[in-house]
């Protein structure tokens, strides 16, 4: 028998001059490592936390800090399921249009290595009016100083407590924010105040918020805002900044937003989605929106802004998209002549038939007529749109009283509400501004329809306690003028019976509208003023009323502008010279008779 030779125990048994591993002996030592993983993961995931095992394991496997990598592992677990969730809910349409964002995000991105583009110099309109405004009269001129230091109150307190955030809440005295702005913090008091400050003289103000928006303003931001409500209130607010102040920046910074809306356009039909998200350009509509339709006031408010950034950019893509939906809407059935309120960016169908000149509609409305303003009267389909669509809105939506009040209704499926909203008032200021240049020679008409609708919206806020209007009032039950309902009693800043009241004061000289005015003043300076600003009140019927603790940011943009404008003369942003948009930020009149708008040459 052959002698097989013991082998010595230990590390003689390997022989020492082997440097590396034999691949049996690598594949032991990957099991026991893969072993040692394996038992770490188990007890780090599965173990449950109170286990009195846990912190050994978590020791022994030198991961004692790493819960956060956990939650983050986890975090991004239910999102990528989240998402798969929601893509597989999606419409073909939906992705495709997602698919497209992503495309223009990445040319876009492409574009920006090489740099910003800088903006082509465009002579800058004729600017008249930017001047003082002063109101002659002693008494008018006080007036005018009260609202001026309301608006440097309702400032003062905005930059103490809620600074950098996009409201404030001024009994709590910090920032505030809803959900049209997403979980932004842009500064959106601060943008929609400027012009209010500048045209009041305010410019250590005005200064602190160029600097603001100089150092902070960024829209790379992840958060999902309202279309709409970032182009009144962000674009509109730039611009005029910008037209008024004549500093680049503001224009630069307006271009900067409006490139971030544009994926919200990638929609179907290119009727854009209510909301976008700025980092990502994905869009998507409001839940409560009937059919999973895009709203008739926010699609229909862009025209202003967007032409404007084609003549200060040189880039048809804005102009072109507005003029797309006009054509669109051209297209399509009327029901009774109206403009239902909610329209399918999908199917490019309308939703509902409801009718609205106040929420939901009232601006679509009022950008037809502004758009042939704007145009030096010019852009004469946008004004033969706004004449067929008033005139099917006399017929269907506006009625007497009985007793004697002239108010427009809500049109839904044919049946007419006997309500109307306090942004319905608006209207009467918007008869009165498109009453020259109406067909028929109907002018007379239409000024005595805004001063009976300015009336109306008077009555509703007399027939209060505080002297201040409600959000909504009948006119059915021998009720008139009164908000019925407990949720439709409050009032928030808003600015459409003030609006109103400037307008026809613009064109008839009335004093009762200073008057009227000035008892806004008086209530709103009672009622709704605070230690840490102007806050809306919850019962405009009630004598203790309650706060709700919200400064709106169109309280400074609009409410105390047309206040201000009320009280001084007309030489102050002459209305032949200047457009307002909805947000009441006065955009310059473009001569377009003599310019040609980039995409305007194919596009007519
Ligand atoms: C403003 O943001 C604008 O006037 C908009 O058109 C609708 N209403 C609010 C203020 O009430």
Request: contains cysteine; glycine residues 8%.
């Given at each position: 028998l052959?002698?097989?030779p ?5 590390a003689s ?5 082997r ?6 002996e690598?594949?032991i030592l990957?099991l026991?490592?893969?072993?040692f993983?394996?038992?770490c993961?188990?007890?780090?995931f599965?173990?449950p936390?109170?286990?009195?095992h846990?912190?050994?394991f978590?020791r022994?496997c030198?991961?004692y ?11 991004d677990h239910?999102?990528?399921l989240?998402?798969?969730?929601e893509?597989?809910?999606k ?12 495309k223009t995000?990445v040319?876009?991105d ?5 740099g ?10 004729k ?15 006080e007036?005018?100083d ?7 109150h309702?400032?003062d307190?905005?930059?103490?407590y ?5 409201e404030l809440?001024?009994?709590a ?7 049209i ?9 601060i ?5 209010t400050?500048?045209i ?5 103000e005005f200064?602190d918020g160029?600097e603001?928006?100089?150092q902070?303003?960024?829209f790379?931001v992840?958060?999902?805002?309202s279309?709409?409500e970032?182009n009144i ?12 102040s ?15 809306l544009?994926?919200a356009?990638n929609?179907?039909t290119?009727?854009?989605?209510a909301m ?6 994905v869009?998507?509509n409001?839940?409560w ?8 006031a ?7 802004e967007f ?19 006009r054509?669109?809407?051209?297209k ?5 002549g109206?403009y239902?309120n ?6 490019g169908?309308w939703g509902q038939?409801?009718?609205s000149v ?11 007529l502004?758009?042939w303003?704007m145009?030096d ?6 004004r033969?749109?706004?004449d067929?669509a ?8 506006i009625r007497k009283?009985n007793?004697?009040?002239t108010?427009?209704?809500?049109w839904?499926?044919?049946h ?5 909203g306090h942004?319905?008032c ?12 109406s ?10 329809l805004?001063a009976e609708?300015a009336h ?5 806020y ?9 959000e ?8 008139e ?7 439709e009693?409050?009032?928030i800043?808003?600015?459409?019976v003030?609006?109103?009241?400037w307008?026809m004061?613009?064109f ?5 509208y200073?008057?009227w005015?000035?008892?806004a003043v008086q209530?709103i ?5 605070v230690?840490?600003?102007f806050?809306g ?5 009630s004598s203790?009323p309650?706060?709700?603790?919200v400064?709106?940011?169109f309280f400074?943009a609009?409410?105390?502008k ?12 002459p209305?032949?010279n ?8 006065p955009?310059?009149v473009?001569h ?8 305007s040459?194919?596009?007519r």
């Open positions: 052959p002698v097989i013991t082998l010595s125990p230990g048994s390997f022989p020492h001059h440097a590396t591993l034999r691949l049996s690598k594949f990957l026991i490592l893969s072993a993983i394996t038992l993961f188990g007890a780090f599965f173990l936390d109170n286990s009195k846990k912190p050994v978590q022994s030198f991961v800090k790493e819960e956060s990598l956990r939650d983050k592992i986890r975090a239910e999102r990528a989240q998402e798969a969730k893509k597989l809910r419409s073909k349409e939906e992705l495709k249009a997602e698919i497209q964002t992503e995000k040319v876009e492409l574009k920006k290595k090489d910003p583009k800088p903006l082509p110099p465009v002579p800058m309109p600017l008249v009016g930017v001047s003082d405004g002063d109101p002659g009269d002693s008494d008018t001129k007036k005018r009260k609202i001026r230091e309301m608006m440097k309702a400032w307190s905005y930059r103490q809620g600074w950098g955030h996009n809440k001024p009994i005295k910090k920032g505030h924010s809803t959900n702005f997403g979980n932004s913090q842009m500064g959106a008091t943008v929609d105040a400027l012009d400050l500048y009041m003289g305010l410019h250590d200064k160029q603001w928006i100089e902070n303003l960024d790379s992840n958060a999902e805002v279309v709409f970032v209130r962000f674009i509109g607010g730039l611009l005029a900044a910008y037209y008024l004549g500093q680049e920046v503001f224009k630069v910074k307006a271009v900067q937003l409006a490139e971030k544009l994926p356009f929609t179907p290119g009727i854009p989605w976008v998200n700025l980092k990502s350009g869009g998507r409001w839940g929106a009937s059919a999973g339709s895009s709203i008739l926010e699609f229909g408010t862009l025209h202003m032409v404007h950034l084609t003549y200060l950019t040189g880039n048809p893509a804005y102009y072109q998209k507005v003029m797309h939906i054509k669109l809407l051209a399509m059935d009327r029901p009774n109206l239902p909610y329209l399918n960016p999908r199917t169908r038939h409801h009718t106040g929420g939901l509609g009232d601006s679509f409305y009022e950008y037809l502004k758009a303003l145009s009267k010019t852009d004469t389909e946008a033969k749109t706004y067929d008033i005139e099917a809105i006399e017929r269907h939506l009283s007793g004697g009040l108010f427009i209704g809500e839904k499926n044919g007419l509400e006997r309500k109307m942004l319905t608006f209207a009467g200021g918007m008869f009165a501004l498109g009453a020259d240049g067909p028929d020679d109907k002018a007379g008409h239409y000024l005595q805004g609708i109306t919206c008077h009555e509703s007399d027939r209060t306690v505080l002297k201040l209007g409600p909504a009032f009948k006119f059915d039950s021998g009720l003028a009164v908000a019925v309902r407990q949720n009693k409050y009032y800043l808003r600015p459409e003030i609006e109103t009241y307008y004061w613009r008839t000289h009335d004093p009762k200073r008057q005015g000035w008892e209530a300076d009672k009622y709704c003023r230690s840490g600003g806050s009140v919850k019962d405009v019927y203790n309650t706060y709700d603790d400064q709106q940011s400074l609009e409410t105390l047309y206040l201000y404008l009320l009280f001084s003369s007309d030489e102050l942003l209305l032949e200047w457009v307002f948009n909805t947000e009441a930020h955009l310059p473009l377009l008779g003599n310019i040609t708008l980039p995409g040459e194919t596009q």
